[in-house]
């Protein structure tokens, strides 16, 4: 079955395309004050060797502003501004080299000053986000809903969509992030349908790494499972990292992501033939470390009922007995490998296909 994807048009940050088809791309933000350049930076290069696509930095104050230029020659990612009540610090930005700024409807202030960013951001060939948050609504939209409803935030990014046209600007990425899942979701599909902006995906104020993880999850993961979605953030209250950690997990689980290893294990119950949980726990733990980079299901399993059939439908997977287990690769049974030689024997089994597919694609 073809998986849907939403056509929207494209827009480029730095050397990253959004949209238009291309590969979803995962983003995280500093926590770093941006005018300690030195701490930004190594924040910023933690978050791309964690798989980061685009990295955002917050420009609160002038001094963040000025830090800019050194920041975005310093990274090895695409450095987006994160702009609020103060335009200048937007202009700044873009006399700086960032790749594209964000901007908030609610606290941009004026037209006119909104229109010196358009311009500015359109000379120097860079993309704007309208960034709408549940949060930081205008005031006339919120006394107009009473909430920030679904209909709200799409109200403010359709506002500031038509002050970016009614100015010649067309490189817009779209995000209404909600804290409230089921909102953020009906949100951007309200977006989704009467656009083709790229869009931004995100829930805002998630919470915590367990309860932030589900939540982005959830709404990430629904719109992307109906194909709506370009460019994704997790917002955790946690390490940055772990940001990327996650979103990169959401698109695996959807076989939207980077070429990789998807770990299949079995929930476990009273029918458990062995210590599958150490078992899957190293698995995931090397596999992480050797950042492997075929595209494989591996299936850990932990009995005779689900674990033969799981198994044989990976691409490689191990179904336990007692002190067992039967190694399957393709949907065959290769050998039987006692208990405490699985985890060498599956992370083998990963080496030996890498070599077995790149000897088959420089042969063919």
């Known amino acids: 079955m073809k998986r849907p994807r939403r056509i929207s048009r494209a827009v480029q940050v730095g050397p990253v395309q959004v949209g238009g088809g291309?590969?979803?791309?995962?983003?995280?933000?500093?926590?770093?004050?941006?005018?300690?350049?030195?701490?930004t930076l190594a924040e910023v290069a933690r978050l791309a060797e964690a798989g980061a696509d685009i990295v955002r930095v917050a420009v609160p104050r002038p001094e963040d502003a000025e830090a800019l230029r050194d920041v975005v020659q310093g990274s090895p990612?695409?450095?987006?501004?994160?702009?609020?009540?103060?335009?200048?610090?937007?202009?700044?930005?873009?006399?700086?080299?960032?790749?594209?700024?964000?901007?908030?409807?609610?606290?941009?202030?004026?037209?006119e000053w909104e229109r010196e960013v358009l311009l500015a951001a359109k000379e120097a060939g860079i993309p704007i986000r309208i960034g709408?948050?549940?949060?930081?609504?205008?005031?006339?939209?919120?006394?107009?809903?009473?909430?920030?409803?679904?209909?709200?935030?799409f109200e403010s990014a359709m506002r500031h969509v038509e002050i970016c046209t009614k100015h010649g600007f067309e490189d817009i990425v779209i995000s209404v992030k909600h804290s409230?899942?089921?909102?953020?979701?009906?949100?951007?599909?309200?977006?989704?349908?009467?656009?083709?902006?790229?869009?931004?995906?995100?829930?805002?104020?998630?919470?915590?790494?367990q309860a932030g993880s589900i939540k982005s999850a959830i709404g990430i993961g629904a719109l992307l499972a109906d194909g709506i979605g370009d460019t994704i953030r997790v917002s955790l209250a946690t390490d940055s990292v772990h940001e990327v950690e996650v979103g990169h997990q959401i698109l695996k689980s959807l076989r939207l992501g980077r070429p990789g290893v998807n770990i299949i294990a079995c929930p476990t119950c009273g029918r458990l033939?062995?210590?599958?949980?150490?078992?899957?726990?190293?698995?995931?733990?090397?596999?992480?470390?050797?950042?492997?980079?075929?595209?494989?299901?591996?299936?850990?399993?932990?009995?005779?009922?689900?674990?033969?059939?799981?198994?044989?439908?990976?691409?490689?997977?191990?179904?336990?007995?007692?002190?067992r287990a039967h190694l399957f690769k393709r949907g065959e049974i290769i050998r039987t490998v006692p208990e405490e030689e699985i985890v060498e024997a599956v992370l083998e089994a990963i080496e030996a296909w890498e070599e077995d597919e790149t000897t088959a694609e420089a042969t063919g």
Do not use: W
């Open 132 to 153: 709408v948050n549940a949060g930081s609504l205008e005031k006339d939209i919120l006394d107009k809903y009473g909430y920030p409803q679904p209909e709200a935030l």
């Open 77 to 111: 990612v695409p450095i987006v501004a994160d702009i609020h009540f103060n335009y200048q610090y937007a202009l700044k930005a873009i006399e700086a080299g960032v790749a594209k700024v964000r901007i908030n409807p609610g606290n941009i202030g004026k037209e």
């Open 22 to 39: 291309a590969p979803i791309s995962v983003q995280s933000m500093t926590v770093s004050k941006t005018h300690d350049v030195a701490a």
């Open 273 to 323: 033939a062995g210590d599958l949980f150490s078992i899957v726990d190293e698995v995931e733990a090397a596999v992480k470390a050797r950042k492997f980079t075929k595209d494989l299901n591996v299936a850990l399993m932990g009995c005779a009922v689900n674990g033969p059939g799981e198994a044989a439908g990976a691409d490689l997977g191990i179904s336990l007995g007692r002190g």
């Open 180 to 209: 409230d899942v089921f909102f953020m979701i009906q949100a951007y599909r309200l977006v989704a349908e009467r656009t083709d902006y790229p869009l931004h995906l995100g829930v805002t104020e998630s919470g915590t790494l």
